[in-house]
Each structure stands twice: as C-alpha cells, then as structure tokens.
C-alpha cells in the first residue's frame, strides 16, 4: 500500500530536494552544526571551519620548494572572503567574491626571511573531489538589522563557501503557482534590509516545490528565472539517481527529531518514483562536477 501524498512542503519539496543532494554525494549538515561551524555567528554566511580546514590542504611553491599555509595567511584569506564589501550594491559584490572563487587571492608568507605572494586557490576547479560539498536546511541569517532573522529552505557550501540556495514551497498554494512564491522570496531577500551578505556568495538559486522547478542567479528579475534542460543525463540515470537509498548515516542524519516523516519516507521510498521537474533541475544543475562547471564557465556579468 502507497501513503498517500502529502502537500506540505516538508514533505512534497523539502525531504525529497535533502535526500536527492545525499544522493549527489553532499553531506548533510544538522542546522545546529553549520550553525558551529560559523561561530555560532547567525550574521556569518561562510563555514569559517570547513573553509580553512580546506586551506589546510593548500601549498604553494617558493624558490622550488612546496610549504604549507601560515596559521596568519589561512586567518586572512578566512577574514577577506567571509567579509562581503556590499557598499556599492549586491550585484558588484557578487561579481567580487566570483572573482576571488575563480582566480583565488593573494596572501604574503614569508620563508626564511623572504617574502612571498603567493595566490591561493578557494576552490580546486580541477579536481572536484578535493572540495569539501555540504549542505543544511533552515540556515538562520540575521538580517542587516540584527534584529532579524531569515532561513533560507536549503543552502549548499563548497568549501564552506554557500553558492546554491533553495527555496522549497508546496505543490499548490491558494495564489496559484507556488514556484513563483519562491523566486519572490528569493528575491525579497536580497534586499538591503534583508539578508544580501548571503546572496553575496550565491551562484545558483533554485525555486522548488516538488513537481516543478527554476533557476536563477543573484539579481535575476522574476521572468527571467527558467526551467533547465538536461542534454547529457538520461532519464534512466537521472529516475536511478533518485530512487537509490541515500546512506544510513545520511538518513539518521536528515530524520533526527523526524520521526513521522522517517515513517512516511519509508513507506514513500518503497515504491519505484517517478522523475520530475525538481529533480531534473537538481541533479542538472547541483551534481558537484556540473555545480563546478557551472560556476567556472557559465557565469556572467553583464555590463549592459
């Protein structure tokens, strides 16, 4: 016997965009832990701790010889990227912190006495596996006010690093297309009152609500958010992406304090699902070696 559906978001958009980002190989961070992982600072976006655990990882090269990061160099190249300069506007921001994603960011080491300026690379574009991909749900950012707060449905880090939010509404709503309602709320909060320092990072922003889906980026007006078209994964694949069981460790992970819907879910995951567009658009766009392409060749600033 099938449950029957269930149309609130948790279940119809949000649950099934969690479990399909642990198929894709994300890791699901509690809130209260990526929440840790900032400082406990709700007015921090960036896992300040994922991102040097990350540059931990990173060398450079002086005078032929390969040394690792200063405990100083990894302190600045956290404190540069975990500041948006949003002064002059969002968008300028944006393209900023896109830059510094592309081309990296100088630091000055010193090596026996020498001076080095070597530029550190936030992201390793050519080795997908060398990055650290997580993501979490209901990420409370403070407002510009500090008074308030937002929580955003779902926020994908690389490196700590959040360049993919997700807002997830149910499938009908009593205005209509509900779709829509996410790409306003999207768009409501990138606001200078609201909360641009995350949007500042973003690079992809997708609106779903469990049957249909669109994308934009920071700054795309409302009619110019649009569906996506998959050219080189096949239904086969993508209906297996989704129907394979996530791991236990991911599944204890996203139903902790869950309870009900982890009884739902195994009723629901029983039966063979079916592809929709939610899923066509996550796993086109949020599978980690597309989600890197995309940000690396696809992304553009336009100067009118």
């Known amino acids: 016997m099938h449950p029957a559906p269930k149309f609130q978001e948790e279940y119809s958009a949000k649950i099934p ?25 709700k007015s921090a976006v960036v ?13 450079f090269v002086f005078e032929g010889e390969s040394y690792p990061l200063s405990e100083r160099a990894m302190d600045d190249l956290v404190g540069q990227i975990g500041t948006p300069q949003l002064g002059e506007g969002l968008l300028l921001a944006n393209e900023r912190i896109y ?27 050519e080795n997908p596996d060398n990055n650290s991909f997580a993501f979490t749900e209901e990420f409370s950012v403070a407002c510009s006010n500090n008074v308030d707060c937002r929580r955003p449905d779902v926020v994908c880090f690389v490196n700590g690093i959040p360049l993919a939010v997700i807002e997830a509404k149910r499938p009908s709503g009593s205005k209509g297309a509900t ?11 990138q606001r200078p009152s609201e909360i641009p320092h995350l949007f500042a990072y973003s690079q992809l922003l997708l609106s779903v609500n469990g049957i249909d889906a669109r994308y934009g980026t920071c700054g795309t007006a409302a009619k110019f958010w649009a569906a996506w078209r998959e050219e080189v994964f096949g239904e086969p694949e993508m209906a297996a992406i989704k129907n394979q069981q996530p791991s236990e460790t991911a599944l204890a ?25 939610q899923d066509r658009l996550m796993i086109g766009l949020l599978t980690q070696t597309r989600l890197l392409e995309m940000v690396r060749f696809f992304m553009l600033f336009d100067k009118k």
């Open 17 to 41: 965009a969690l479990l399909l980002l642990a198929n894709l190989g994300w890791r699901y961070l509690p809130p209260s832990e990526a929440l840790a992982l900032r400082g406990g600072d």
């Open 253 to 277: 992970a996203i139903f902790a304090g869950r309870q009900d819907a982890f009884a739902w879910y195994r009723q629901w995951s029983a039966q063979t699902l079916a592809l929709n567009g």
């Open 47 to 59: 896992l300040g701790d994922v991102l040097r655990e990350q540059l931990a990882k990173r060398r």
């Open 179 to 189: 779709v829509e309602e996410g790409i306003s709320q999207c768009l409501r909060n």
């Open 99 to 125: 830059n510094h994603l592309l081309y990296g960011i100088s630091v000055t080491e010193f090596v026996g006495g020498k001076k080095a300026n070597p530029t550190i690379a936030l992201i390793d574009w």
